[in-house]
Each structure stands twice: as C-alpha cells, then as structure tokens.
C-alpha cells in the first residue's frame, strides 16, 4: 500500500512560482509511473503531467507546457511539480498519482493510487 502526500501549496500572485512535492511512504515508487493532476472548483479533475519511472520521459498539458516541470528523484522516494509563470486559472488543488505500470499516463482512470491534495491559489 503506498502512501502519497502532497505538500508545497499556496497563496501566490500572478507570475510567480511554487514547488509542490509529493513523497511516497509504504513502499518504493522507482518503478512506478507518476503524475499530476488537479481540480478546480466546479470542473473536473484535468492532467497536468506525467513522468516515466527512469525520469527519463515527461508530458505535459498544453495549457502548462513550458511553465511546469515534472521531475523525480526516486532515491528520495518523492516527485515534484516546478510551476512557474502563474496565472490565475492555475488555481486549483494539485494531487500526486502513481500506477504500477512504469510508464506515464495522461488518462487519471490509469492511476492506482492518489494523495490528498494540496490548494494552489493564485490571485490576479
């Protein structure tokens, strides 16, 4: 059973950055697929990016690409989601998803298992 906690949200302007990071308890996430996520209120849950186990491929959704990055450091049990440039339609709550396949996925049904959440609010 993996545990998957999000931390690193915040309040933040327009244009700024933030780090989120996800750490993985209960087991190892090395060979596992990662991605993002995140839901704002009243939408659905939409892909924000993914990572291959190795770290060595990475998607994004267009409407971050370029101004997020995914990154992992699978020594340390834990992914990252780099945001920067932000807007204020960024504003939603990102959660960490991991499956047991080793690659990405940008479809959130592909995903085993999820953490919580942490809000990202960005005012204009």
């Known amino acids: 059973q993996v545990q998957l906690v999000e931390s690193g949200g915040g309040l933040v302007q327009a244009g700024g950055s933030l780090r989120l990071s996800c750490a993985a308890s209960g087991r190892t996430i090395g060979s596992s697929g990662m991605g993002w996520f995140r839901q704002a209120p009243g939408k659905e849950r939409e892909f924000v990016a993914t990572?291959?186990?190795?770290?060595?491929?990475?998607t994004y959704a267009d409407v971050v690409r370029g101004r997020f990055t995914i990154s992992r450091d699978n020594a340390k049990n834990a992914v990252y989601l780099q945001m920067n440039s932000l807007k204020s339609e960024d504003t939603a709550v990102y959660h960490c998803?991991?499956?047991?396949?080793?690659?990405?996925?940008?479809?959130?049904?592909?995903?085993?298992?999820w953490g919580q959440g942490t809000q990202v609010t960005v005012s204009s």
């Open positions: 998803a991991g499956r047991v396949s080793g690659s990405g996925s940008s479809g959130a049904n592909d995903y085993d298992f």
């Open positions: 990572i291959t186990w190795s770290g060595r491929s990475t």
